[in-house]
């Protein structure tokens, strides 16, 4: 119903497309992604959504591939071997005690090496990510730098893993090595000391994140810097951007006429619009049944259920626009109720919020000077 089975669902459906003929698999082709003739899923824009594919591509699929050839294959040996023909006189015995065992042991070891990877990715959407990054700017001696680890006791940095260390010289970033280019003093306390090797010149800042949402890659992906609230409605969505004051709009599909073949049931009137490289946190809500909110390039699928709120989050590699739909019959008009999300940049981001409250009556938020500032601070943010 939520994100559990959700996620299962957008990982397992291809297969089961794939499996049940070409019509279905060519129709399904043509409705998952933009591209004419693409067969698999739409190429991923976050570090979640690879980690999905990386899920499917090298568990699921190779899992099912081997079973069905592993069937196919004892079927193929059990027509041949023992048809009446070659197999007259049938052997009489009942039960094999080692075949029994292997038979009930290997699907639960198969059941568990798909579960132990599902039940990680299950956790890391659901959670929202809660890193924190400090910025420094090195004067050439200090070697010395804190970070706060005031997080909740479960979610405390406590391993390497859960910190990254960053020299941004201003033209290129460099990630650091543990113990070859720095040290940690304290981790599981409430500071924690980084103890660079050598110290970082005048000017170049440092940049320590640390927090337990470390994606696949290895990067702690920080806290969100913004919520986008989503209502589903019979028929069209409902996004609202509590952060930036109160202002919000509907989504509607765009009707063939004013669209293009490629993109009618993907193209909308008004876009949502999220920043690159930030976590963005989505709560969503319907307004009367229940709908889903399904991003496939963010392997993000989460039901839209009147009166409670379910919370999920993105965070986009890429700008671009990126294409979803109602994914719960939700009535007579559900298929006309597709999603588009725009990615932008963080001072494209403020002009369009600005330009949205402007549309409600109310002053802008972010002026020229905020907009340069805001600049540096997105460049901190983005990988
Ligand atoms: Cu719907």
């Given at each position: 119903m939520t994100l559990r089975t959700a996620t299962l669902r957008t990982a397992v459906k291809k297969p089961i497309t794939l499996i049940a003929g070409?019509?279905?698999?060519?129709?399904?082709?043509?409705?998952a992604q933009i591209t004419p003739g693409?067969?698999?899923?739409q190429p991923a824009n976050s570090a979640l959504a690879e980690e999905v594919h990386i899920f499917h591509n090298w568990i699921l699929m190779p899992v099912m591939t081997g079973i069905s050839a592993l069937i196919l294959g004892l079927l193929i040996w059990i027509v041949l071997r023992y048809n009446s023909k070659a197999n007259p006189t049938p052997s009489k015995f009942s039960h094999n005690t080692?075949?029994?065992?292997?038979?009930?042991g290997v699907p639960v070891l198969i059941l568990l090496a798909i579960a132990l990877p599902s039940f990680d990715l299950l956790y890391k959407e659901d959670v929202t990510p809660d890193g924190q990054q400090v910025v420094a700017t090195g004067d050439g001696q200090t070697v010395d730098f804190i970070f706060a680890n005031d997080f909740p006791e479960s979610r405390m940095v406590r391993r390497p893993k859960h910190l990254q260390v960053i020299i941004d010289n201003g033209t290129e970033r460099r990630v650091l090595k543990n113990r070859a280019d720095y040290r940690v003093d304290g981790f599981g306390k409430t500071d924690l000391v980084v103890s660079l090797t050598t110290p970082p010149a005048a000017g170049e800042r440092v940049i320590i994140r640390g927090g337990r949402s470390v994606d696949h890659r290895g990067n702690v992906t920080l806290a969100p810097t913004m919520t986008l609230k989503v209502t589903g409605?019979?028929?069209?969505?409902?996004?609202?951007?509590p952060d930036f004051g109160d202002f919000e709009y509907l989504s509607n599909l765009l009707p063939k006429d004013q669209t293009t073949p490629e993109l009618y049931l993907r193209a909308v009137d008004n876009r949502v619009v999220v920043p690159v490289g930030e976590t963005v946190r989505v709560t969503i809500t319907a307004r009367d049944v229940i709908h889903s909110w399904a991003l496939p390039a963010f392997a993000i699928k989460l039901d839209a259920v009147p009166g409670r709120i379910n919370e999920t989050w993105i965070k986009a590699d890429r700008e671009g626009v990126y294409y979803g739909q109602c994914s719960e019959i939700c009535g007579i008009k559900h298929a006309f109720m597709p999603i588009a999300v725009e990615v932008v940049s963080r001072p494209a981001f403020e002009a369009w919020v600005d330009s949205q409250r402007a549309l409600a009556g109310m002053d802008p938020l972010?002026?020229?000077?905020?907009?340069?500032?805001?600049?540096?601070?997105?460049?901190?943010?983005?990988?």
């Open positions: 070409f019509g279905v698999w060519a129709s399904a082709a043509a409705n693409g067969i698999s899923m080692l075949i029994e065992i292997i038979w009930t409605y019979q028929w069209g969505w409902n996004y609202a951007y972010f002026d020229a000077d905020t907009v340069k500032l805001a600049q540096g601070d997105a460049s901190a943010l983005s990988e």
